[in-house]
T-cell receptor, first 113, second 114 residues
Framework: GENVEQHPSTLSVQEGDSAVIKCTYS??????FPWYKQELGKRPQLIID?????GEKKDQRIAVTLNKTAKHFSLHITETQPEDSAVYFC????????????FGQGTRLTINP | NAGVTQTPKFRILKIGQSMTLQCAQD?????MYWYRQDPGMGLKLIYY???????DKGEVPNGYNVSRSTTEDFPLRLELAAPSQTSVYFC?????????????FGPGTRLTVT
C-alpha cells in the first residue's frame, strides 16, 4: 500500500543551527506534499507545502525540497529557535480513488538553548 | 469562521460503553477525515468522506462507524469501547487536496477507555 517514511524520529539541535527532516514516499503519482507542525497538546498545523511542479519552496526560515525521481522530500529549518521545538509530520497525497493524505511517523525536534 | 470544531474535548469511557465524537466545519469543505493519534505516534486515518452521503474506510476502521448526512457534520461512533481505542482523535476537513489546498484539523478529543 501507500507508504511515507520519515527520518529521523527524534532530532536535537543547538539554537541557531539548522535542522533537516527527510521523507520518502511510494506512490509515484503523488503530487502534493505538506508539512505539519504539532506542538504539545495541540492540533497539527500546516507550515509549508510543495506541489510536484516545483523542486523547492521557501518561507522565511523554513524550506522544502522535492526530488520526484527519487521520491523523497525534505524540510529544512534554518536559524532554529526554541519555539521550533515540536513534532513535525510530512505527508503525501494519495491519488488513487478519493483524495487522502498519508502521514509519516513524525519527528520530535528539540532546540537546545 | 469557527473552522473545524470537535466535542467533547475529553472523555473517559468504561470498556463496552459507546459514544459519538462530534465534528463540524463551517468552511463548506467537501472532504472530511477522522484520524487517531496514539501517544508519541503519528496520525492514522480511520474513515473519510468525500461529500454528504459518501464515506469510506481508512487504515484503521475496525471498531468505528461514521455517517455524513450533511456537508458540515461528520460524527464518529465508537461501539463497545476497548482499551485499544484510548487515543486522541482529530477530525479534519479540506476543500480539495489535489489542488494543494490545506487540510484543517480540529482541536482533538482525548479519549480514555478503562
Amino acid at each position: 500500500g501507500e507508504n511515507v517514511e520519515q527520518h529521523p524520529s527524534t532530532l536535537s539541535v543547538q539554537e541557531g543551527d539548522s535542522a533537516v527532516i527527510k521523507c520518502t514516499y511510494s506512490d509515484s503519482a503523488s503530487n502534493y506534499f505538506p508539512w505539519y507542525k504539532q506542538e504539545l497538546g495541540k492540533r497539527p498545523q500546516l507550515i509549508i507545502d510543495i506541489r510536484s511542479n516545483v523542486g523547492e519552496k521557501k518561507d522565511q526560515r523554513i524550506a522544502v525540497t522535492l526530488n520526484k525521481t527519487a521520491k523523497h522530500f525534505s524540510l529544512h529549518i534554518t536559524e532554529t529557535q526554541p519555539e521550533d521545538s515540536a513534532v513535525y509530520f510530512c505527508a503525501a497525497i494519495i491519488i488513487q480513488g478519493a483524495q487522502k493524505l498519508v502521514f509519516g511517523q513524525g519527528t520530535r525536534l528539540t532546540i537546545n538553548p | 469562521n469557527a473552522g473545524v470544531t470537535q466535542t467533547p474535548k475529553f472523555r473517559i469511557l468504561k470498556i463496552g460503553q459507546s459514544m459519538t465524537l462530534q465534528c463540524a466545519q463551517d468552511m463548506n469543505h467537501n472532504y472530511m477525515y477522522w484520524y487517531r493519534q496514539d501517544p508519541g505516534m503519528g496520525l492514522k486515518l480511520i474513515y473519510y468522506s468525500v461529500g454528504a452521503g459518501i464515506t469510506d474506510k481508512g487504515e484503521v476502521p475496525n471498531g468505528y462507524n461514521v455517517s455524513r448526512s450533511t456537508t458540515e457534520d461528520f460524527p464518529l461512533r465508537l461501539e463497545l469501547a476497548a482499551p485499544s481505542q484510548t487515543s486522541v482523535y482529530f477530525c479534519a476537513s479540506s476543500y480539495s487536496l489535489a489542488g494543494g489546498r490545506e487540510q484543517y484539523f480540529g482541536p482533538g478529543t482525548r479519549l480514555t477507555v478503562t
